[in-house]
């Protein structure tokens, strides 16, 4: 029985220069094996740099304490851009979800916005990290070809062209993400949640924590676990498009974030932002073959097949609310 999250250490292969082919094989079983029975792994030994990481914690909670009126000079239209700050509640994960007790300020790889005109270092800062996150991205997704046996080993990089060039159209999401603390007199809706349980958009997500815990994951037992924060680590996870590329072998696995049982846990704010990866917008999302992929027909090529943009943009329109014609 899965009763934790594995840990993957990628110490081999962060020294391109003195690795070899055995190195990433090593890792790439690794993966397969923990994206496979769990969805979800803790990286140690990523590559990017922990101050790097700290500074933006820093810079999140500085947006975060501004006062609405200056947060709401940011907020998100998606009429124009999916840039932009969403307030408590406006967001909902689930179809069934009452009110979520969460704010994020969303910066969308393709045409970012930032709150330069309150906080001058945001935007230095933040690039900073999504720089340093390049290397880690395009080492996993030549692990995930690796893990699936895919012929062509950089089939992900291919499809996410936008790591050389951040012109092409791209959905990728760098999302900062504040749960306020819940004090004795707080007041909050019937069956609020910090969020609600669902599972990500797009290949796989970089999770980025501070010390607070309260994210759980659903096995496929139907068991939910702790998803705590392991200090120097970044948590990732499989997301809708790679479930449908890979025919269910790595599930997009269900993820909430709890209210905490204690009232010492719930006075205190928690933190997280987490990167989205998603293919360039026109990429064709449809099972790919290999050994290692399953050949049941769970997602059929022959069915009508998507883009990764219709995809991303229905799972976000259904989570604001927009009502899209078809």
């Known amino acids: 029985m899965i009763t934790s999250i594995p840990i993957v250490d990628l110490e081999r292969i962060s020294c391109t220069e003195n690795t070899n082919s055995s190195d990433w094989e090593d890792v790439a079983i690794k993966i397969r094996e923990s994206l496979h029975d769990v969805g979800f792994m803790y990286l140690i030994n990523h590559g ?57 300020f969303d910066i969308i790889r393709k045409k970012p916005v930032y709150p330069n005109d309150d906080i001058l270092a945001f935007e230095s800062t933040n690039t900073k990290l999504q720089f340093h996150c390049q290397k880690l991205i395009r080492n996993l997704l030549k692990l995930l070809a690796l893990s699936l046996k895919l012929d062509d080993h950089e089939y992900f990089v291919k499809c996410c062209r936008h790591l050389d060039n951040p012109e092409t159209d791209n959905e990728c999401d760098f999302s900062m993400i504040h749960y306020p603390p819940i004090h004795s007199d707080t007041v909050l809706p019937p069956d609020t949640i910090r969020c609600a349980e669902h599972t990500d958009y797009e290949i796989l997500t970089l999770l980025f924590q501070n010390e607070i815990g309260g994210l759980e994951i659903k096995l496929t037992d139907g068991n939910w676990i702790a998803a705590d924060p392991i200090s120097n680590s970044i948590l990732v996870n499989t997301g809708d498009l790679l479930e449908v590329w890979t025919n269910k072998f790595y599930p997009a696995t269900l993820h909430r974030v709890v209210i905490p049982k204690t009232a010492e846990e719930r006075r205190k704010p928690r933190y997280s932002f987490a990167y989205f990866i998603a293919p360039d917008n026109r990429t064709i999302i449809q099972p790919l073959e290999s050994e290692v992929i399953p050949h049941d027909a769970i997602y059929s090529a022959s069915e009508k097949t998507f883009t990764a943009y219709e995809h991303i943009m229905e799972r976000v329109n259904t989570a604001y609310g927009v009502k899209v014609n078809k």
């Open 48 to 104: 990017v740099p922990q101050e790097v990481i700290a500074d933006n914690f820093k810079i999140s909670e500085t947006f975060f304490t501004l006062p609405r009126e200056a947060k709401m000079k940011y907020k998100k239209n998606l009429k124009k851009s999916r840039n932009g700050w969403v307030e408590p509640g406006e967001e909902l994960l689930h179809p069934d979800s009452k009110f979520e007790y969460r704010e994020c």
